[in-house]
């Protein structure tokens, strides 16, 4: 079982920053392949960005694209979203979720790929 808790929500103007953090354990951080979500009120979760247990090109959402970095820290059992360039419509829960399953014919886009999902950590952008 692994658990993924994320951290560094909060309120911030547009055009802010904001890291997101995703510390997981229960199982070794390397055989995992992360990605990030996000729900906004009244819609579906969507995909935001996901990267590959091995660490190579992340996959990003077109709306994030240049604005959104994903990183990971093994050493650290760590994913980090940074956001640079915040809107208003990037406000939502943004869920971290891992794969330790190994089916490279699922794309990292879809949620049903994932199989541990975050609680959820609220971002706002708003003046």
């Known amino acids: 079982q692994v658990q993924l808790v994320e951290s560094g929500g909060g309120l911030v103007q547009p055009g802010d920053s904001l890291r997101l953090s995703c510390a997981a354990s229960g199982r070794t951080f390397s055989s995992l392949d992360m990605g990030w979500f996000r729900q906004a009120p009244g819609k579906e979760r969507e995909f935001v960005v996901g990267v590959t247990r091995s660490g190579a090109t992340p996959h990003y959402a077109d709306s994030v694209k240049g604005r959104f970095t994903i990183s990971r820290d093994n050493a650290k059992n760590t994913v980090y979203l940074q956001m640079n360039s915040l809107k208003p419509e990037d406000t939502a829960v943004y869920y971290c979720?891992?794969?330790?399953?190994?089916?490279?014919?699922?794309?990292?886009?879809?949620?049903?790929?994932?199989?541990?999902w975050g609680q959820g950590t609220q971002v706002t952008v708003s003046s």
């Open positions: 979720a891992a794969a330790g399953l190994i089916r490279p014919w699922v794309g990292l886009g879809s949620p049903n790929k994932y199989d541990y």
